[in-house]
């Protein structure tokens, strides 16, 4: 199983990213995908997650800003992150996992940096 993270880099303030996870999970449709962050020296903290029937949450920080979708077909899982702050700037990481937002079960990507600054 692999979950591969794509889309970070280095952005201004104010611009926009989208991030993009392809996982090679079976059943890719019934799993729960989320995006987590580690900002630099701080714990890893959930960002957005979507169940398998698209319903969607968000840390209050997200809200209004990023926006986490998912396509079943291609078995990807999108990021998009507007107005993007220096607090932004983090490894943002994509999980996987039948069990709901578990971070202990499941599966996680590499991870991706995401760098905002002027």
């Known amino acids: 199983v692999q979950l591969v993270e794509s889309g970070g880099g280095l952005v201004q303030p104010g611009e926009s990213l989208r991030l993009s996870c392809a996982a090679s999970?079976?059943?890719?449709?019934?799993?729960?995908m989320a995006w987590y962050r580690q900002r630099p020296g701080k714990q890893r903290e959930f960002v957005a997650g979507v169940t398998p029937e698209r319903s969607s949450r968000y840390a209050e920080f997200a809200k209004d800003r990023f926006t986490i979708s998912r396509d079943n077909p291609k078995k990807t899982v999108y990021l998009q992150m507007n107005n993007l702050k220096s607090e932004d700037t983090a490894v943002y990481y994509c999980?996987?996992?039948?069990?709901?937002?578990?971070?202990?079960?499941?599966?996680w990507g590499q991870g991706t940096q995401v760098t905002v600054s002027a």
């Open positions: 999980h996987g996992g039948l069990l709901g937002w578990n971070e202990d079960e499941g599966y």
């Open positions: 999970l079976n059943r890719f449709g019934s799993n729960f």
